[in-house]
């Protein structure tokens, strides 16, 4: 979540030191400010809003183009390179659990145990 702030920051004063100091600045120039005010923007957004929750039954990834799974239709979960892949009839959701808090995890762990599903 981090890096989002770090990159924000780096292009932001990139467009600062180098594209404002200019006398004549092109439109494009102005695509530095862009690409920073989206890196702050993902960042707050982040902030604000858990990476993974589970509510009235439906586990879901809040990103801005965010999958979510009824936990009741979860046929199985895949353990692959540290995600969990929780696989349904017809829909599928990785859960990234490197970015997840270690007592959320433990959490989440516990949720997923109760579903009764085959595990790989």
Do not use: C, H
Not at 25 to 54: C, E, H, P
């Amino acid at each position: 979540m981090n890096i989002n702030l770090i990159l924000g920051i780096i292009w932001l004063v990139w467009f600062f030191v180098f594209d404002f100091n200019k006398e004549e600045m092109n439109w494009t120039d102005y695509g530095w400010l862009v690409i920073s005010i989206a890196y702050l923007s993902i960042y707050f957004y982040q902030r604000q809003n858990k990476y993974l929750t589970i509510e009235n039954g439906i586990i879901k990834i809040n990103s801005p183009f965010g999958k979510k799974l009824n936990l009741t239709e979860i046929k199985r979960i895949k353990k692959f390179a540290g995600d969990y892949i929780l696989k349904t009839d017809k829909k599928e959701l990785t859960i990234n659990t490197q970015i997840i808090d270690p007592n959320s995890l433990a959490e989440l762990n516990a949720e997923l145990k109760k579903l009764n599903v085959e595990w790989n």
